[in-house]
């Protein structure tokens, strides 16, 4: 079966009902490219990217996103899944949006979006930074026996390596690292969204082999500036990820996205639940 590319996995198309629907491909499993697609689910960035297009295209939004919160309440099937939005509470300035996203009975993720237009006001961004240009660094793909199916649709380049398996032990558990969609297109929301979730969890790095595998519960993005063409033409954006706390059965990761132009673009907090080592 051919499988789907990165614009065919974010198009929702209207249905009867009201709702939107996402064709949800194995090309976008978040098992390892080792064992088959099955085994996993539709990743995490992918459902949080659909999510939020579901309340912009449904609802008529124009103004920027400002903040997704996303809870992944069950794995989806690798089949049609409809997203059903609603606008809680509109305003010119800002508006309050959520979705459910889901196969019949099976709710796989609810999101909260806020929307607001930006308005000239004071200025403090004590966020930029000057990453080494991606153009210095060499393409570092996953290993396919390890890396996840949805890996095949984004574009590393690690700063100082990937650092997996322990590299970090006594040190700080973080990862710097480039990444795009393999597309190239110009970066926008939904390809930030879907790389913000893009990486392996940088505890990864502080605790050696067999990684210890993890299910996201919760994501929440702010993003910082309203993405044009021009932002990222080529689709680059550098990001830093830390694991913040590791420890009774959970795990918290925060992560800040730039521009190539040092630009603050979205913060990102994710909790984890971890699997039962067996």
Known sequence: MTQQTLAEALTLNDDSAGGLTARLDGGFSNAPQSAPQERGAPFGGLMAALAAGAMRQGLGVQTPLQSLTVQYLAAARFEDATF?????????NVAYASVIGGQGDRL???????????????????????????????????????????????????????????????????LGCWMRTTDAAPLDEARLLFLLDGLYPTYFTAFP?????????????????????????????????????????WAVEDGVAWAPDGRPLALVRQRRKLMPSR
């Open 209 to 249: 082999a067999p990684p210890v595998i993890s299910a996201s519960v919760d994501l929440r993005a702010d993003l910082l500036t309203a993405l044009t063409p021009d932002t990222s033409p080529e689709g680059w954006a550098y990001f830093h990820f830390t694991s913040q706390d590791v420890g009774s059965g």
């Open 84 to 92: 059903s939005p609603v606008m809680n509470r509109g305003g010119r």
């Open 108 to 174: 796989a993720v609810q999101a909260l979006g806020t929307y607001g237009r930006d308005v000239a006001g004071p200025v403090l961004t004590p966020l930029i930074a000057s990453p080494p240009p991606v153009d210095e660094l060499e393409p570092t793909p996953l290993d396919p026996m390890f890396g996840p199916w949805f890996t095949r649709h984004i574009d590393y380049r690690f700063v100082a390596g990937p650092k997996q398996f322990g590299e970090n032990a006594g040190k700080k558990p973080e």
